[in-house]
C-alpha cells in the first residue's frame, strides 16, 4: 500500500473503556484499512454533551501530522435526524455528528469546509439505530485513510450546527470572568481563559500579581506547581494555553467541590472581588 494507507486516525468518544465500543470501531476501521494508525485522544469525556468534547478536540488537533483524520462520537442524537458531517480545517479531516461537536472545527475551517455525509456505499449495513460510531463514523474514517476525497461522501453545507465555546468576560479594568470547560483525570480545573486573556489583564505588571477567586478560595497564579505547598490550590498556564486551577499533589475539583461550568474571577492581589 502507499503512503495513504498509513494515515492517522484518532478517536474522541464518550464510550469510557468499560464497554467494547471503541474496540469495535478500531475493528471497523482495521477492516477496511489494515494499515491505519488509530490514536486513543480521549474517551473519558462527558457523556451526552458535545460541548467539552469540542473543547477537547479544538485544543488538541494541531499536535497530529497534517492529513489526520479525527473521529469524534459524542451522539445523544444517534438514530435521530441529526446528520453525519465531514469538515475540513488547517490540513486536517473531522468526522462527527452535527450536533455542534465540529463546530468549533467548522467555524476555523471557513467556508465550504463541511459537508453532509449521505453516500451510505460507505457505511457499515445494515446502520444500527444506536451506533453510529460503528456504522457510519468508522468505516468513513477507514475509507478516508485509504485516500477517498472528501467530495465523494456528500455535498457542502453551511447550515451545520454551530457551537460556541464559552468566552470570559471583562469586569471593569481589573478582572476577568470565566468558567470551567473541562476537569482532567488529576482533578485540575481547565478554564475558558487563555494565556493572552491573562497578559492582556496583567498589563505592565508581572503575571504573577493575579489571582484567581473560585469557590469561595483564592489562588495564586504561579509558573509551575511545584511553586506552592502540597495540598495547596494553585494556576497555572497549562499545556494548552489555558488557565487551569489545580492543587499540588491534589485533586483540586475535589477540594473546591465545583466542576464543568463553575464561574472564577481573576484579578489584582489589590483588586476587590468582583471589582
Not at 464510550?15 to 491505519?36: Q, T
Not at 460507505?122 to 451506533?131: D, G, H, M, N, R
Not at 461522501?153 to 478582572?175: K, N
Not at 483525570?185 to 486573556?197: E, M, S, W
Request: one cysteine or more; aromatic letters at 6%.
Amino acid at each position: 500500500m502507499g503512503d495513504d494507507a498509513r494515515r492517522v486516525i484518532t478517536l474522541l468518544t464518550d464510550f469510557g473503556g468499560s464497554d467494547p465500543f471503541v474496540g469495535v470501531m478500531k475493528g471497523v476501521i482495521l477492516e477496511i484499512n489494515p494499515d491505519a494508525v488509530i490514536v486513543d485522544l480521549y474517551h473519558g469525556t462527558t457523556a451526552h454533551d458535545p460541548s467539552e468534547a469540542a473543547f477537547v478536540l479544538v485544543t488538541s488537533y494541531r499536535y497530529f501530522p497534517k492529513g489526520t483524520i479525527h473521529v469524534a462520537v459524542v451522539d445523544p442524537g444517534v438514530g435521530g435526524p441529526r446528520r453525519p458531517i465531514l469538515a475540513t480545517c488547517d490540513g486536517h479531516l473531522f468526522v462527527g455528528p452535527d450536533n455542534g461537536l465540529l463546530g468549533p472545527i467548522a467555524e476555523r475551517g471557513g467556508p465550504s469546509s463541511v459537508r453532509a455525509i449521505t453516500a451510505a456505499r460507505y457505511f457499515l449495513q445494515p446502520v444500527s439505530a444506536t451506533f453510529h460510531g460503528r456504522d457510519v463514523f468508522a468505516p468513513v474514517a477507514g475509507h478516508l485513510s485509504l485516500g477517498a476525497e472528501p467530495d465523494r461522501f456528500g455535498h457542502p453545507i453551511e447550515d451545520y450546527v454551530r457551537l460556541t465555546l464559552p468566552r470570559p468576560s471583562q469586569r471593569g479594568a481589573r478582572s476577568i470572568t470565566g468558567e470551567i470547560l473541562h476537569v482532567d483525570r488529576f482533578g485540575n480545573l481547565v478554564t475558558n481563559i487563555a494565556g493572552g486573556d491573562l497578559e492582556l489583564l496583567a498589563s505592565e505588571r508581572p503575571m504573577t500579581s493575579l489571582v484567581v477567586q473560585i469557590a469561595g478560595r483564592t489562588a495564586p497564579i504561579v509558573a509551575y506547581y511545584a511553586q506552592v505547598a502540597p495540598g495547596a490550590p494553585g494556576a497555572v498556564i497549562g499545556s494548552a494555553d489555558y488557565l487551569e486551577i489545580f492543587v499540588h499533589q491534589g485533586d483540586a475539583s475535589r477540594l473546591l467541590r465545583v466542576g464543568r461550568g463553575a464561574e472564577l474571577v481573576i484579578s489584582s492581589e489589590k483588586a476587590e472581588p468582583g471589582a
